[in-house]
T-cell receptor
Framework: AQTVTQSQPEMSVQEAETVTLSCTYDTSESDYYLFWYKQPPSRQMILVIRQEAYKQQNATENRFSVNFQKAAKSFSLKISDSQLGDAAMYFCAYRSALGDYKLSFGAGTTVTVRA | DAGVIQSPRHEVTEMGQEVTLRCKPISGHDYLFWYRQTMMRGLELLIYFNNNVPIDDSGMPEDRFSAKMPNASFSTLKIQPSEPRDSAVYFC???FGAGTGQETQYFGPGTRLLVL
């Protein structure tokens, strides 16, 4: 099974500032998908952004963007102009594009936004 | 679309009782996944189905756990008998298959299970 590592258990950011969450993964595959999910206190898992490994262009969704470094097996999430509603746990996840479709999750990073 | 629907949202039961969790996937999705989330183990896959057929159940912790998908719009996860260590949040997720460009898994709100 693929291993997904999130090395930052907690991150704190001032409202309107930028925070970057790190994620690395281990795989021998060349074709796969990467995701960031947000889990607020309600426990709902909400998709933030996804990236296809065959695409070199980094995905962007409004204030959320990723830095995908395929060779380094790194997939960081940048939250710009942080808002109070961004406070949540963020999970990085990996999914193979070939045969095994389950998500492998990292341990998560708790983001706190200071007003 | 209403998204993935799970019921109940909360369940409190006593050790030894049978627990049944239910899931309705997003219409048209042909993959359905059951995950469990605990503080100790994080998010882990229990089982997943493709076109109602179980594909990988290697994450099912033991024989007390069973899952079924009798049709494309309904799945159950059953624990019998339940134990305190089964207390967790159980998520159901669904997606389209590979090659569709729509492989993202969408999660239900989860069922918070507490076994006393």
């Amino acid at each position: 099974a693929q291993t997904v590592t999130q090395s930052q258990p907690e991150m704190s950011v001032q409202e309107a500032e930028t925070v970057t969450l790190s994620c690395t993964y281990d795989t021998s595959e060349s074709d796969y998908y990467l995701f960031w999910y947000k889990q607020p206190p309600s426990r709902q898992m909400i998709l933030v952004i996804r990236q296809e490994a065959y695409k070199q262009q980094n995905a962007t969704e409004n204030r959320f963007s990723v830095n995908f470094q395929k060779a380094a097996k790194s997939f960081s999430l940048k939250i710009s102009d942080s808002q109070l509603g961004d406070a949540a746990m963020y999970f990085c996840a990996y999914r193979s594009a070939l045969g095994d479709y389950k998500l492998s999750f990292g341990a998560g990073t708790t983001v706190t936004v200071r007003a | 679309d209403a998204g993935v629907i799970q019921s109940p949202r909360h369940e409190v039961t006593e050790m030894g009782q049978e627990v049944t969790l239910r899931c309705k996937p997003i219409s048209g999705h042909d993959y359905l996944f059951w995950y469990r989330q605990t503080m100790m183990r994080g998010l882990e896959l229990l089982i997943y189905f493709n076109n109602n057929v179980p594909i990988d159940d290697s994450g099912m912790p033991e024989d007390r756990f069973s899952a079924k998908m009798p049709n494309a719009s309904f799945s159950t996860l059953k624990i019998q008998p339940s134990e305190p260590r089964d207390s967790a949040v159980y998520f159901c997720a669904s997606s389209f298959g590979a090659g569709t460009g729509q492989e993202t898994q969408y999660f239900g709100p989860g069922t918070r299970l507490l076994v006393l």
